[in-house]
């Protein structure tokens, strides 16, 4: 199972402190850095010293580390254009060489577009679906050859679509708890199908869906991988949790529950439950961004004992 690092930079830090999380996150072996895409802070932290942009972080990554995935959980498709989302991710996977995976959703928080002047469309879900189909279909376009797409929302016409990805194929993922639409926009679109903060049983739930809504397009389910995003909070003992619980302000037992909390063997074990319901891998939101000591006992104890 691959083990990867999730970011909520909105809660507070700013580039230097994630710059430091993701070459923590590539000397110690972990398989990939990402980060959300917020401009405002969640609950009651006050967010200091303010919001970075998810895609110009990632460029600097980009620069900075060489051998981590980079990517985001995920890209609002409130915040750019999928033509402008398609040439930026384009050039940081080249500035990357090649490293870049791109999550798009429809973008949900309300707040953060009121409080900097970003549209907030009810029919996110459809203009998700129309920036899939354009982001891919620039990517995919043969150099040399144009690209066009009329959708209801947004119109390409005669697009070179350049510039190509240093990847053959950046990944493109996917993700919901929705019934319906989320499955089948991952069975025509996605690489990977990312089920965020959900049990076991609603994820194995949402997956044999996504292997459903593959099979009606003619798509082997096992092309796409499979994967959880939940909270991590490891301990070498009760009072290290304790501690590392209370400093993201969340209780120990509450932790357990949904996310991945307690003693190095508590996590393998809950990991394990995933995968047997067939998730790959697992991002590990790490909400305290300044407990290094957390991300290389997960390395030391955690990640040793997965296949």
Known sequence: MDLRIFTEPQQGADYDTLLTVAKATEDLGFDAFFRSDHYLRMGSVDGLPGPTDAWITLAGLARETRRIRLGTLMTAGTFRLPGVLAIQVAQVDAMSGGRVELGLGAGWFEEEHKAYGI???????????????????????????????????????NSPALPKPAQAKVPVLVGGHGARRSPRLAARYADEFNMPFASVEDSRRQF????????????KAEEIVYSNALVVCVGKDDAEVARRAAAIGREVDELKANGLAGSPAEVVEKLGTYAAIGSSRVYLQVLDLDDLDHLELIAAQVMPQLG
């Not at 679906?129 to 620039?138: D, R």
């Not at 044999?208 to 798509?219: C, D, L």
């Open 208 to 219: 044999f869906r996504v292997r459903e809504a593959a099979a009606e397009t003619g798509r």
């Open 119 to 157: 549209p907030f469309p009810a029919e996110r879900m459809a203009r998700l679906e129309e920036q899939l189909a354009i982001v891919t279909g620039l990517w995919a376009t043969a150099p040399g050859a144009t690209f066009d797409y009329r959708g209801t929302y947004y119109q390409v016409e």
